[in-house]
């Protein structure tokens, strides 16, 4: 069980995070003073409200959802497959990636806590094919889970994540030589042309009582074809607009829309901003993650995309709501657009 936590990082990991320009004070920092909780909230506020959360933060019944045939996907197909909450699988010039894998059923360290929606645990890491990459944001549990990682270990080519997050990885088991960590503005090189660069989001990390020891990134992904901006988790700031002016304009923006709350609003979007941040980022298609699969918030399960949908109306920016398990084919005239959670 204590496995599950991780471990924070230690000896040159250790020393690499202390130069970090975003570790001060013992921890690492967000761009824009960032409080745990907005101003007018209290913990007694949040824990009082998790208490009498209303029945609509679960579907009333089985979500519908497409089991996936990765294997026949073509080779040189550029696809994304929504797995649920934050986790998709990305193939992409030859490569194959899996982000933010979250299979094991739950996003808690507890069993039977944050369980799944019924429906959605339509493919397991036993499933999957062998792939070329991983890429974890962050190392929140619905984001790192230690289940996944395991039986991912042996079919996974090269792990990618924020500096500090691979103590959790190589404690796990995968060699530190498999492990590239990034800070902020950080790039690195990936095979047949493509790069990863690591950019600043506005959020925190933690696995036990000791916050923001490992660093929370999104992710911009160039290949010889498009351009990707895979946002992991965060609150409204400046930082689109500037990753919109580096690396802009973005063939497709993955961002996270759900587990908000006015009471923690600095490190989760409303849908209105989620809309507001693809249009700093010069994104051209929007597809939204972090909703679907858990309820981690109050709100009613399906009123991130119903929200988001109508701030989105009349924008130059395109939807995509594919169902889990479906196969998005970029480039496809294909809509995407099936309100398939209106049941």
Request: neutral net charge; aromatic residues 10%; charged residues 20%.
């Amino acid at each position: 069980m204590s496995r599950i936590f991780g471990k924070l990082p230690s000896g040159d990991r250790l020393t690499r995070v202390k130069a970090s320009p975003q570790y001060r004070k013992g921890k690492f920092a967000n761009q824009s003073l960032t409080p745990d909780l907005s101003e007018d909230a209290t913990m007694w506020k949040v824990l009082k409200a998790f208490r009498n959360k209303p029945a609509t933060v679960k579907p009333s019944d089985i979500l519908p959802v497409i089991q996936p045939d990765i294997s026949a996907l073509p080779e040189d197909e550029t696809a994304i497959i929504w797995l649920g909450h934050s986790s998709y699988y990305m193939q992409f010039a030859g490569l194959k990636m899996l982000v933010d894998p979250v299979l094991s059923g739950r996003a808690s360290p507890i069993p039977g806590m944050i369980k799944a929606f019924a429906g959605t645990e339509l493919i397991r890491a036993t499933d999957l094919p062998k792939l070329d990459y991983v890429l974890i944001t962050h190392d929140h549990y619905d984001h790192l889970d230690y289940q996944t990682i395991r039986q991912l270990k042996s079919k996974t080519g090269h792990w990618l994540t924020s500096l500090g997050v691979g103590e959790h990885l190589e404690y796990w088991g995968i060699p530190a030589d498999k492990i590239t960590e990034l800070d902020w503005w950080e790039q690195t090189s990936l095979r047949h042309g493509c790069s990863l660069t690591a950019t600043p989001s506005r959020h925190f990390s933690g696995r036990g009582l000791k916050r923001a020891q490992s660093l929370w990134s999104s992710f911009v992904l160039q290949t010889p074809q498009h351009k990707f901006y895979l946002g992991g988790d965060s609150g409204w700031d400046t930082h689109f607009a500037e990753i919109g002016k580096r690396f802009g304009p973005f063939d497709l923006a993955i961002l996270e829309c759900g587990q908000y709350h006015p009471y923690w609003k600095h490190i989760h979007m409303m849908p209105e901003e989620v809309v507001a941040a693809a249009e700093q980022l010069g994104a051209r298609c929007l597809l939204p993650v972090h909703w679907g699969k858990f309820a981690l918030a109050l709100h009613p399960w399906k009123e991130p995309i119903t929200r988001l949908l109508s701030a989105a109306s009349g924008k130059q920016i395109r939807v995509l709501t594919p169902m889990i398990g479906q196969t998005l084919v970029l480039g496809s005239d294909e809509g995407y657009d099936q309100a398939w959670w209106d049941f």
